[in-house]
């Protein structure tokens, strides 16, 4: 069964702090994306990646960096957390032209 | 650029009354395009996609979409909505290999 997981599913994080957010999927997909979602702005795509060791900067990477070490991880890293990141964080996975596409639980974060 | 619109932040309508929901898309080619839902505090379950051929696409749970090239849309339907249709509905396009959503519409359903 095709699957997304996202760890953790809640993180509180102080200002300045280094956050990880790892995402791990099992649909053997090259496509992974990670989006937030605020309330009046949909998903917004900050990051994807094409397949191991690719990076991609999607329409809000500021303050966001990359990983995909390998075609089944993909982690969001916040090296200095802002308030104003605290979202709700989506990961996906998709196959190469996106006919398919799963999502994870997401992960709320709170940046105090 | 790639992008989506959905006009309408706020659908609200009664059990048994039909349904539309509105996507417009931007692209310089004919997109994959996608519908998906979002339950509270879930992530997201697709509904239908499009890829090119016929305009109508039929999807899970009575939703049916139907792609126009001429008004660049991508408009949801359904015949009769019931109470378990209160979600937020996303209108997606995929192009160059980017996912990219709209804002969502948030679906209100009246007794």
């Known amino acids: 069964e095709a699957a997304v997981t996202q760890s953790p599913r809640n993180k509180v994080a102080v200002t300045g702090g280094k956050v990880t957010l790892s995402c791990n999927q099992t649909?053997?997909?090259?496509?992974m994306y990670w989006y937030r979602q605020d309330t009046g702005h949909g998903l917004r795509l900050i990051h994807y990646?094409?397949?191991?060791?690719?990076?991609e900067k999607g329409d809000i990477p500021d303050g966001y960096k990359a990983s995909r070490p390998s075609q089944e991880n993909f982690s969001l890293i916040l090296e200095l957390a802002t308030p104003s990141q605290t979202s709700v964080y989506f990961c996906a996975s998709g196959d190469y032209i996106n006919t398919e596409v799963f999502f994870g639980k997401g992960t709320r974060l709170t940046v105090v | 650029a790639q992008s989506v619109t959905q006009p309408d932040a706020r659908v609200t309508v009664s059990e048994g009354a039909s349904l539309q929901l509105r996507c417009k898309y931007s692209y310089f080619g004919t997109p994959y395009l996608f519908w998906y839902v979002q339950y509270p505090r879930q992530g997201l379950q697709l509904l239908l996609k499009?890829?090119?051929?016929?305009?109508v696409v039929q999807g899970v749970n009575g939703f049916e979409a139907e792609f126009s090239k001429s008004n660049s849309s991508f408009h949801l339907r359904k015949a009769s909505v019931h109470w378990s249709d209160w979600a937020v509905y996303f209108c997606a396009s995929s192009g160059s290999w980017q996912l990219i959503f709209g804002s969502g519409t948030q679906l209100t359903v009246m007794p």
């Open positions: 499009y890829y090119p051929g016929d305009p």
């Open positions: 990646s094409y397949g191991a060791g690719s990076t």
């Open positions: 649909n053997n997909h090259n496509n």
